[in-house]
Antibody, heavy 124, light 108 residues
Framework: EMQLVESGGGLVQPGRSLRLSCAAS????????MHWVRQRPGKGLEWVTGISWNTGAITYVDSVKGRFTISRDNDKNSLYLQMNSLRPEDTALYYCVRGSSFSLANDENWFDPWGQGTLVTVSS | SYELTQPPSVSVSPGQTARITCSGD??????VSWYQQKPAQSPVVVIY???NRPSGIPERFSGSKSGNTATLTIRGTQPMDEADFYCQAWDSSTALYVFGTGTTVTVL
């Protein structure tokens, strides 16, 4: 069974940092691009960032560019999100999501499966 | 930035057909996927690449597209289908993925 398990969320003050992790199992991790998608409380889904299978391609939504860094360790079947200079508007449930192919920039891609999410709260 | 617009809500009687639309510039030339999110659960893909249904998704879910509007159709809607639904596409001009504004389907 494919599984994605996020960890690392919590309460953090504005301006501070947090690192999210995602442990993947049940599929060949290296064969897929991976993504982070967030959902602010009571709001819709927002794609945040993605990384190709070999880290050769990485993209970010404009609102996190320069503050967030996505990375992966294919030997450990793990995905990470380093979040710096956090803002209250970064408060959200962060989902780790598998892309449907190894490629990041691909019109044919969809997202499946999704993790259960880890909650990040940015507040003083 | 690229935007996908959905109606905020759709109401349907049990057994009837629900249609959820998703519109965006040049959407007719992009693949669209649809996700179902039930309360307190993670999203699940129900349609990918416009009209393909993953294994395990009931046949009552189908996808179509006409011009720049994609439609998710739920035939014979059941109470268990109550959820938020999101469309999704990839914007080639920015290389970013975009989700629609979301539609709450109520079965009453």
């Amino acid at each position: 069974e494919m599984q994605l398990v996020e960890s690392g969320g919590g309460l953090v003050q504005p301006g501070r940092s947090l690192r999210l992790s995602c442990a993947a199992s049940g599929f060949t991790f290296v064969n897929y691009a991976m993504h982070w998608v967030r959902q602010r409380p009571g709001k819709g889904l927002e794609w945040v960032t993605g990384i190709s299978w070999n880290t050769g391609a990485i993209t970010y939504v404009d609102s996190v560019k320069g503050r967030f860094t996505i990375s992966r360790d294919n030997d450990k079947n793990s995905l990470y999100l380093q979040m710096n200079s956090l803002r209250p508007e970064d408060t959200a449930l962060y989902y780790c999501v598998r892309g449907s192919s190894f490629s990041l920039a691909n019109d044919e891609n969809w997202f499946d499966p999704w993790g259960q999410g880890t909650l990040v709260t940015v507040s003083s | 930035s690229y935007e996908l617009t959905q109606p905020p809500s759709v109401s349907v009687s049990p057994g009837q057909t629900a249609r959820i639309t998703c519109s965006g510039d040049n959407l007719g030339h992009k693949y669209v996927s649809w996700y179902q999110q039930k309360p307190a659960q993670s999203p699940v893909v129900v349609i990918y690449q416009d009209n393909n249904r993953p294994s395990g998704i009931p046949e009552r879910f189908s996808g179509s597209k006409s011009g720049n509007t994609a439609t998710l159709t739920i035939r014979g809607t059941q109470p268990m289908d109550e959820a938020d639904f999101y469309c999704q596409a990839w914007d080639s001009s920015t290389a970013l993925y975009v989700f629609g504004t979301g539609t709450t389907v109520t079965v009453l």
